[in-house]
T-cell receptor
Framework: GIQVEQSPPDLILQEGANSTLRCNFS?????LQWFHQNPWGQLINLFY???GTKQNGRLSATTVATERYSLLYISSSQTTDSGVYFC???????????FGKGTKLTVNP | DAMVIQNPRYQVTQFGKPVTLSCSQT?????MYWYQQKSSQAPKLLFH???????NEADTPDNFQSRRPNTSFCFLDIRSPGLGDAAMYLC????????????FGPGTRLTVL
């Protein structure tokens, strides 16, 4: 099956810093999503981005489908950005998602 | 404006005592999913329904069952919970067609005593 690797596994920032999270995947995809899991455990959709670039406030994402990677950019980080960021891709064009292991982000005040 | 609702948010059960978790959605999506997430791990798909078509993952234990009585509701039954079944259980939905987005509920945290 498809493999999804996220890096770095852990990231510690001071409030106001910028960061880039990476997701590599081993096969072509029709679906790629970035999620933020908050401290209460809920997975929040950030982006649906199988290709191209999107921006939403301080967050933006870019997927280069031909090179099989996606990047999530967080600018001017805030303590509320803390949590785990997951990348997930579809498996073989199905309705199922395969998750990476996540990047744990800690933003200190 | 809740779209995917899970009840209860926290569930405590005893070893071997059956438990049922519920999920409902207001999105009228065709597909509903159940994931198990243990501490510091990624969500793991247990099974999903595409309409009434049930799809079990190969490594989902028999101890886990599911019911989808209608489009809006889906239940996860754990017949005899063990200590290893303590986890966050996440329900998600999607339209199920090409290039679809999954939307997650807030989860139910299960504790097994």
């Amino acid at each position: 099956g498809i493999q999804v690797e996220q890096s770095p596994p852990d990231l510690i920032l001071q409030e106001g810093a910028n960061s880039t999270l990476r997701c590599n995947f081993s096969d072509s995809v029709n679906n790629l999503q970035w999620f933020h899991q908050n401290p209460w455990g809920q997975l929040i959709n950030l982006f649906y981005i199988p290709s191209g670039t999107k921006q939403n406030g301080r967050l933006s994402a870019t997927t280069v489908a031909t090179e099989r990677y996606s990047l999530l950019y967080i600018s001017s980080s805030q303590t509320t950005d803390s949590g785990v960021y997951f990348c997930a891709v579809d498996e073989g064009g199905s309705e199922k998602l395969v998750f990476g292991k996540g990047t744990k982000l800690t933003v200190n005040p | 404006d809740a779209m995917v609702i899970q009840n209860p948010r926290y569930q405590v059960t005893q070893f071997g005592k059956p438990v049922t978790l519920s999920c409902s959605q207001t999105l009228n999506h065709n597909v509903m999913y159940w994931y198990q997430q243990k501490s510091s791990q990624a969500p793991k798909l247990l099974f999903h329904y595409y309409d009434k078509d049930f799809n079990n993952e190969a490594d989902t234990p028999d101890n886990f069952q599911s019911r989808r009585p209608n489009t809006s509701f889906c239940f996860l039954d754990i017949r005899s919970p063990g200590l290893g079944d303590a986890a966050m259980y996440l329900c998600a939905t999607s339209r199920g067609v090409f290039a679809n987005t999954q939307y997650f509920g807030p989860g139910t945290r299960l504790t097994v005593l």
